[in-house]
């Protein structure tokens, strides 16, 4: 039977142990799989605040001392959900099959809707720049520029849509990601163009002929996950056939007042 070949709890570890890796947009961003809530739960996320430059001290004088100030932000849990059906006949014919199948396509889906929610994150930032024509080489630079970094070792990533791929890759000045090893700060980007890895997704929106495209520090982004992903089955005896649904608390949010750049790149 359909629900005898499917371990639920399994099958929710193994789902939840892939999933940070499958995420578009972990590249940028802090990921804890440890979290415990549930949907609409108000939880605190914390961050430091910068003690300030050292400064000069005299023979004999105390050492200047500063708190150590922790700032939080409320934020609210959701809940991300998806299932499909298998009929005892699907089981029969292609056995642990459709357990790949099924385990590839919920992973899919959850990463999916989280992945949506941290495009929208980077995109609420107050940063922006705008640019006519298509995404150049100094658009990124000036769009990098604004995050006013003195680290000349970080890394950022600006995500495309896959239709500005072509444009991206003819770039003078493009770099292969075959070129660039483990430089790379996402996996998966194409490249890199003006100082950040290029990485093409859907979830960048298009509306009308502007393109919302986003450049993103490291660790611009918090998400908390699960350690694993609730799967339930249904049986329906009557049709013979069972279904599977999977859910996961989750929260994304921006984790840097100042971690994304918002770029809105206007096509004739």
């Known amino acids: 039977m359909a629900n005898q070949l499917i371990n639920n709890v399994v099958l929710g570890e193994v789902i939840g142990a892939e999933l940070p890796s499958k995420l578009k947009f972990g590249g940028v961003a802090t990921v804890d799989n440890t ?33 150590l100030v922790m700032t939080s932000q409320s934020v609210t849990l959701s809940k991300a959900g998806k299932g499909f059906e298998l009929t005892d006949e699907d089981v029969q014919r292609r056995g642990n099959e459709v357990v790949n199948e099924g385990k590839r396509q919920l992973t899919m889906s959850i990463s999916d809707k989280i992945d949506t929610d941290s495009y929208t994150s980077l995109k609420s930032t107050k940063l922006k720049h705008t640019c006519a ?11 990098i520029a604004l995050f ?28 292969p990601a075959s070129n660039l090893g483990d430089q790379i700060l996402v996996n998966g980007a194409i490249g890199r163009l003006g100082g950040a890895d290029v990485v093409k ?19 611009a982004l918090g998400i908390k996950l699960g ?20 859910s996961e608390v989750y929260v994304v949010y921006l984790a840097k007042d100042n971690g994304a750049v918002e770029v809105v790149t206007t096509e004739a």
Do not use: M
């Open 148 to 175: 006013e970094s003195e680290d000349d070792n970080e890394k950022f990533a600006l995500y495309i849509h896959p239709n500005q791929e072509a444009d991206i890759i003819l770039t003078q000045d493009f770099i």
């Open 227 to 246: 350690k694993s992903v609730g799967i339930e089955d249904e049986r329906d005896a009557k049709h013979q056939k069972t279904a599977y649904y999977g």
């Open 133 to 143: 024509g298509k995404l150049t080489f100094q658009d990124i630079v000036r769009a």
């Open 35 to 67: 979290l415990v809530g549930q949907a609409g739960d108000t939880i605190k996320v914390e961050k430091y605040t910068y003690i300030g430059e050292a400064e000069n001290v005299s023979e004999g004088s105390p050492i200047p001392t500063a708190d």
């Open 201 to 219: 997704t859907k979830k960048v929106k298009k509306v009308a002929n502007k393109y919302h495209n986003v450049v993103a520090r490291e660790r």
